[in-house]
Structure formats: structure tokens, C-alpha cells
């Protein structure tokens, strides 16, 4: 399949002058004086990497390793010293949310002007004004100039403004801390939403339970190289100084869940409850291995479900193993809920149901 984005040797780098200088008058002095200083500084070395249609690639570093740098120069607002980055399709970048915004006018207004700086036409943009209204939740408060938003409002409505496309290719660099709680999780559902689309992704966080749960893969830069690119697991663990078989709590395809019980005397029934998410494959599977140390007889029963799926119920064994129907290439919810009724032996203090959920091939 061809890459629908293919970054080729990119390098960037910028002038970092030793003198302060005030104005383009003293700059013309200082420069004809020769007396300019300045060094450079390679923000980027020759980074290069491809992105297959559909893919969600994240991208970690610490900060100043050149992770903005590089989505702006995809975004094409930067353009690189040297090396080429080539894109197949629209993009629609999550970068500086607000930006090309006009603190006088209205966020009425500013709809239409950042719209049109993010490449959509005036018809466009009506016939979804209601939606990035509802989106943004404002109100009333949408007819106000944006001085007097908050800068969690100002957030918001940025990023209703972006989001009311299903681009080919998203760019998001740190934009799921918007707002309050319910905003980040209806923003971070859109997000999904997206990817469930076909949307390519490039994805920039320091957030690695994020990265671990919505990417396919992971680039790692430090100090504008490119230190590694694989899979979610292998490179967050070397990332986080794991060892590379380490799964971890938070590990993509991978979610321990202890189903705690409420009480250890005897004839205890427990009804038990997880949920986590888990990237499918090509083959659109989702599979689990599970294991329950209780002594059974036969009565038990656990339900698992996928997204919206209808329920899969079977009796509980000592070892399971469990493949689900799912979306391919998708991110999806995995529901399981587990029912026992038995005798525990009263020096038992810590029983567990151990849910592997293994990343769908």
C-alpha cells in the first residue's frame, strides 16, 4: 500500500542570535557592521518515516526534541532546510488551537474568519454552524468577543472549529487537555470517531497511557533525531525504561484489570465488572486469554461485549481463551463482567480475575 504520508530526510534548523535587537533598523546596522551573532540549532537531523492510510502513528520525545516542529512542517507550515515530506490527501492540523483568532470579534465571527484560515468556505462552514455551536457547548455566550472567554472557552470552540471535518489526515499535537472533563472526553470520543473513519492520525503526547491506547505505532525523537519507530509496546516500554516484555497496566492490546472481590467469607456472590480498550488488527478480532483461580462448579458465567455488539455469554473456566468479532484496524471497547457464586477458603484474603486482552492479529 502506498504511504499517504512520507517524510524523506527532513532537517530543519534555526538562528539563535547571541545580541538583542529591537528593531529592523538595528538589525541593518548590526548587520552591515558585521557584528551579528547568532548560532545554529538543528531542531531536526534528518528524520525520515511513512504513515500507511488509516494508520494512527504516535510520536514521543521529551520537550525541545522537535515533535511540533515536525508536525508543522507535514502541516506544511514550516518548510524544512532539507529532505521532503510528501501527503496524499487533505490535512486538517490540531496545533495551536486558537490561533488566527481576533480577540475583538465575536466567537460568532471568529468561526468564519479561523474556518477560512483552516481552508473551509463561508457555504461550508453555515451549514455546520449549529454543530460547532452544540459542540463547543457556549451558548449565549458565542454572540460575546472572545477578550472576555476563558481560556478553556477560547479552547473549545477551537476545537469545534477543527473538528467538524472527517480529514483524510488529522495532526493533533497536545490538544486533548481541552476544557473540562466531560469536553476532554467528548473530544477525545470525537478523536475516535475519526480514526474509526479511515482517518490517518499523527498524534504528539506526553500522555503515554493516550499513546499506548490510540496508536498503531510510535515514532520516538530526542533532540531532533529519530532515536526508534515500531510498535506501541516495544518502544513506550524502552521509552519509559521497561523491559521490552513488560506489558505494563496501560499497555496497548494488553490491560490487567483486578476484579477485587467485596468480601472473603464464604457463599460470597460477586458480580464483578471491567472495561478497557484495545486496538483490533486486519482481521478485525479481538482476543483474550483469561484465568480464574476460584474453585468453580459449574454455575459460573462471565459476558463479554465489544462496542455495541450484543453480549457473548459462556460459562468461566480455570483458563480461557476468548476471540471476539470487532471493527478491523479499529480502537474498540472491550466490556467484561463476570458472576460467581462459591465457597473461598478463609486464609484466601487476595483473589483476582486476570484479563489479558491481546492485540488482535
Request: charged letters at 25%; glycine letters at 10%.
Given at each position: 500500500m502506498e504511504p499517504i504520508i512520507e517524510v524523506k530526510d527532513v532537517s530543519i534548523?534555526?538562528?539563535?542570535?547571541?545580541?538583542?535587537?529591537?528593531?529592523?533598523?538595528?538589525?541593518?546596522?548590526?548587520?552591515?557592521?558585521?557584528?551579528?551573532?547568532?548560532?545554529?540549532?538543528?531542531?531536526?537531523?534528518?528524520?525520515?518515516?511513512?504513515?500507511?492510510?488509516?494508520?494512527?502513528?504516535?510520536?514521543?520525545?521529551?520537550?525541545?526534541?522537535?515533535?511540533s516542529t515536525l508536525l508543522k512542517i507535514i502541516s506544511g507550515i514550516l518548510r524544512p532546510a532539507s529532505g521532503s515530506v510528501t501527503c496524499l490527501g487533505n490535512?486538517?492540523?490540531?496545533?495551536?488551537?486558537?490561533?488566527?483568532?481576533?480577540?475583538?470579534?465575536?466567537g460568532h465571527e471568529n468561526i468564519f474568519l479561523n474556518g477560512a484560515i483552516l481552508g473551509y468556505s463561508e457555504a461550508f462552514l453555515k451549514s455546520k454552524y449549529e454543530e460547532i455551536l452544540e459542540f463547543s457547548e457556549l451558548g449565549k455566550f458565542i454572540e460575546q468577543p472572545i477578550r472576555n472567554y476563558s481560556s478553556g472557552m477560547l479552547m473549545r470552540l477551537a476545537f469545534s472549529i477543527a473538528a467538524v471535518v472527517d480529514p483524510e489526515i488529522l495532526i493533533v499535537d497536545e490538544i486533548l487537555a481541552v476544557g473540562d472533563a466531560d469536553f476532554q472526553k467528548k473530544s477525545k470520543e470525537r478523536m475516535l470517531e475519526m480514526m474509526k473513519g479511515g482517518t490517518t492520525v499523527l498524534f504528539v503526547s506526553h500522555?503515554?497511557?493516550?499513546i499506548r491506547e490510540m496508536c498503531n505505532r510510535v515514532v520516538w525523537i530526542e533532540h531532533g533525531e529519530l532515536v526508534d519507530l515500531g510498535p506501541i509496546r516495544e518502544i513506550c516500554n524502552r521509552y519509559e525504561g521497561r523491559d521490552q516484555d513488560d506489558d505494563g497496566e496501560n499497555a496497548v492490546g494488553t490491560d490487567i484489570?483486578?476484579?477485587?472481590?467485596?468480601?472473603?467469607?464464604?457463599?460470597?456472590?460477586?458480580?464483578?465488572?471491567?472495561?478497557?480498550?484495545?486496538?483490533?488488527?486486519?482481521?478485525?478480532?479481538?482476543?483474550?486469554?483469561?484465568?480464574?483461580?476460584?474453585?468453580?462448579?459449574?454455575?459460573?458465567?462471565?459476558?463479554?461485549?465489544?462496542?455495541?455488539?450484543?453480549?457473548?455469554?459462556?460459562?468461566?473456566?480455570?483458563?480461557m481463551d476468548l476471540v471476539l468479532p470487532a471493527a478491523a484496524n479499529a480502537v474498540v471497547k472491550v466490556q467484561l463482567e463476570a458472576s460467581f457464586s462459591h465457597r473461598t477458603p478463609p486464609d484466601i484474603r487476595d483473589v483476582s480475575l486476570l484479563l489479558d486482552g491481546v492485540k488482535g492479529e
Open positions: 534548523c534555526f538562528r539563535m542570535q547571541h545580541d538583542r535587537v529591537s528593531s529592523l533598523k538595528e538589525y541593518l546596522v548590526q548587520s552591515l557592521r558585521g557584528k551579528l551573532s547568532y548560532e545554529e540549532f538543528w531542531a531536526l537531523k534528518n528524520i525520515s518515516f511513512s504513515v500507511k492510510r488509516g494508520e494512527v502513528v504516535g510520536i514521543i520525545g521529551h520537550n525541545g526534541a522537535g515533535k490535512i486538517v492540523p490540531m496545533l495551536e488551537l486558537g490561533s488566527g483568532f481576533d480577540q475583538d470579534l465575536t500522555t503515554l497511557s493516550q484489570k483486578t476484579m477485587d472481590r467485596g468480601s472473603v467469607y464464604p457463599d460470597n456472590w460477586c458480580g464483578e465488572k471491567a472495561e478497557f480498550r484495545i486496538h483490533t488488527g486486519g482481521s478485525g478480532l479481538v482476543r483474550m486469554k483469561l484465568y480464574c483461580p476460584f474453585t468453580l462448579d459449574g454455575s459460573e458465567h462471565i459476558s463479554a461485549r465489544v462496542d455495541d455488539r450484543p453480549p457473548v455469554k459462556m460459562g468461566v473456566q480455570e483458563h
